[in-house]
C-alpha cells in the first residue's frame, strides 16, 4: 500500500521555521532564557523532532539531518549553560535529548547524557510532581543507559511510573520500556509491533488517517500536537537499541527505516 503524507513538504518547512534549525543563540533567546527559563527552548526542540520525523517520511539527505541536528543540540547546550532557571527545563531536555538520539554522533549524545536532569533535579532545584518529575525521570532514566550504568537508569525508570504523567505530553508506556531496560530485545521488538497497531488503530479514529482504499492511505500531519500524537520516545528507545547493533521494528509513518540510514553508526 502506497503512503501519502500530506502536505509534507509545506510541514517540513514549518517545523525548521518554528525550531529555528538555521538560527544561532541570539541576545533575545539569552534574555528569555534568564528571564522565562526553558520554555521556548522546549517549543524549538519539539519541533527539531518534527523536523526529523518529517525527514525520515521524505527521506530526506542523512548529511543534511546529522548536520542540523548536531549544530541544533549544541545550541540546546548552550543554552542550558546560559540559564540556571529550572522552569521547563526537565521537558526542554527531555526533547533535546531525542533530538540527540535521532540524530547526533555518539560522542555528542553522551556529552548532552551527562548535562540533562534526572529525578533529582540540577542545580539545586527539585522537580515538582506535576509532570517536572515524570519528564526528569524519563531523562533519567535515558542518561544513565546512554551513560552505560544499567542500575541508576533501572530506578529512575521506577520514578517514571510512580510520577504524575501530564496530559500535555505522552511518552512510551512500560510495556514498552520494561524488556528496552531488560536487553530483551525479541520481547522490546514484539512490544513495538504492538505498540505500532494501536497507534494505527487510534490514528484511524483521530483523523491522522485522513483516507484508506486498498491501494493507497493518505496521512496528515499538519497541526500535529507531536509531544501528544507522535511516538517520539517510542522512537528514541527503538533507536539507542540499533545503536547498540539491535535489529528493531519500523513502521512506513509511526517509526520510518530512513530512520535508521540517518544515525552515524557502524553496524
Not at 515538582?128 to 533519567?140: F, N, R, T
Request: one cysteine or more; proline letters at 3%.
Amino acid at each position: 500500500m502506497k503512503l501519502t503524507v500530506d502536505s509534507l513538504e509545506d510541514s517540513v518547512r514549518k517545523a525548521a521555521m518554528i525550531a529555528e534549525l538555521d538560527k544561532p543563540l541570539s541576545k533575545i533567546d539569552i534574555e528569555v532564557l534568564k528571564n522565562d527559563g526553558f520554555s521556548a527552548a522546549r517549543g524549538f526542540a519539539a519541533n527539531c523532532m518534527k523536523w526529523i520525523w518529517l525527514q525520515w517520511l521524505m527521506a530526506g539527505s542523512e548529511n543534511d539531518v546529522r548536520a542540523k541536528v548536531g549544530a541544533f543540540v549544541e545550541k540546546g547546550i548552550n543554552m542550558q549553560d546560559t540559564s540556571s532557571q529550572f522552569y521547563m527545563r526537565p521537558h526542554a531536555d527531555l526533547y533535546l535529548l531525542h533530538c540527540a538520539i535521532f540524530g547526533s554522533s555518539q560522542a555528542q549524545l553522551e556529552k548532552l547524557a551527562g548535562r540533562v536532569v534526572d529525578a533529582s533535579g540540577i542545580g539545586g532545584n527539585e522537580p515538582k510532581d506535576d509532570g517536572e518529575l515524570y519528564a526528569s525521570a524519563w531523562c533519567g532514566m535515558l542518561k544513565y543507559s546512554i551513560l552505560g550504568d544499567a542500575k541508576k537508569a533501572e530506578r529512575q525508570s521506577e520514578v517514571i511510573w510512580a510520577a504524575y504523567r501530564p496530559p500535555s505530553f505522552s511518552a512510551a508506556s512500560k510495556l514498552l520500556v520494561s524488556p528496552w531496560l531488560k536487553g530483551d530485545w525479541n520481547g522490546f521488538v514484539k512490544a513495538q509491533r504492538k505498540d505500532f497497531e494501536k497507534l494505527w488503530a487510534r490514528g484511524r479514529k483521530d483523523g491522522t488517517v485522513r483516507s484508506e482504499t486498498a491501494e493507497e492511505m493518505v496521512v496528515t500531519v499538519q497541526r500535529y500536537p507531536i509531544e501528544q500524537k507522535w511516538c517520539w520516545a517510542h522512537c528514541g528507545l527503538a533507536l539507542l537499541a540499533y545503536r547498540r547493533g539491535v535489529e528493531v521494528a519500523t513502521d512506513p509513518f509511526w517509526l520510518p527505516a530512513h530512520a535508521l540510514t540517518c544515525l552515524d553508526v557502524e553496524k
